[in-house]
């Protein structure tokens, strides 16, 4: 049950620190890499063989693998109980309709859109509405301090990810290039939103200069690879899927589910969420529906 009372707690402490008016969970649907995968076989196979983690709990991954999945299932029933909103979509990763929603809110008369997560990639999202929260760092990322983590400027800062690759979605960059080097030698990564046409010209222009121009040269394939897979500003949702979101995030908040919550606790033999269960439930109450 480590997961299922780990995710709830996290869920309640920043419902409680961001007092928020909606909470929308987003789940990875089925098939969700598909896409990208097709893109780059690559993308994300490191974990279809990742080693087992709970040694002392289970004794192969399919075991351990069946426990999470049965956990993530029943996370889903004590959500179901709460006064907020889920949405999973076959053949969608949560990441695409996290980035929808953020880019519809900042479009918005949203006041603020808070993400919640420690995955980097939304940090290319942070604007004057768009904030991202890393549960991990507990720290919110805001455009009054993003640069000073990303040394770019957010909406650049895929530019910077396709160069240098990410290792937790097993996409390789450029070998040998860094951020020093890139906020050096792309100076208008700083200063203005610009696009990979600006990368490979200056590369192209200085290619008898250092190695590492020639690099990216060489590798510009797999930087326009890594820019379509890891690039949440252009939607990757489909008229329908769109539609189906804004169902959701425009109906009606469902009422706090006090009982049904505490029946589930029971059943499972949880004693509880925090040392106080019916109060950590009030975090919930305030929640409005945004007209």
């Known amino acids: 049950i480590g997961g299922l009372v780990g995710f709830l707690r996290s869920l309640g402490y920043v419902t409680r620190i961001f007092d928020p008016t909606r909470v929308i969970v987003v789940w990875d ?43 993530l299932l029943r996370t889903k029933d004590y959500l179901e109980c709460l006064p907020l909103q889920q949405i999973v979509m076959e053949k969608l990763e949560a990441d695409d309709i996290m980035a929808w929603i953020a880019k519809k809110a900042s479009a918005s008369n949203v006041k603020k859109c808070t993400i919640v997560s420690s995955d980097k990639d939304f940090l290319q999202l942070v604007d004057d509405t ?35 690759g990410d290792n937790s979605d097993n996409l390789q960059g450029v070998k ?29 222009e200085k290619l008898e200069g250092k190695k590492i121009f020639a ?31 804004n169902e959701v995030i425009n109906s009606p908040v469902p009422d706090l589910q006090t009982g049904a919550f505490l029946r589930l606790l029971e059943k499972d033999k949880i004693e509880g969420i925090t040392k106080n269960t019916e109060s950590w439930l009030e975090n919930y109450r305030g929640l409005t529906t945004v007209k």
Do not use: C
Request: aromatic share 8%.
């Open 29 to 71: 649907g089925k098939g969700g890499s598909g896409n990208r995968q097709n893109i780059d076989p690559n993308y994300k196979a490191q974990r279809a063989s990742s080693r087992i983690t709970h040694w002392g709990l289970y004794d192969t991954r399919e075991e351990e693998q069946e426990a999470l999945i049965n956990q």
């Open 130 to 164: 768009v904030e991202v929260y890393a549960p991990v760092k507990k720290k919110t990322f805001t455009k009054d301090n993003i640069f000073d983590e990303l040394k770019v400027l957010p909406e650049n800062y895929n530019i910077v990810k396709a160069l240098t």
């Open 176 to 204: 040998g290039l860094g951020i020093k080097t890139i906020v050096s030698e792309f100076p208008k990564l700083l200063t203005e939103k610009t696009d990979l046409n600006y990368v490979y010209t200056v590369a192209e």
């Open 215 to 245: 690099k990216i040269i060489h590798e510009w394939d797999r930087v326009e690879t890594n820019f379509q897979l890891m690039d949440l500003h252009i939607s990757s949702l489909d008229d329908k899927e769109k539609k189906h979101v």
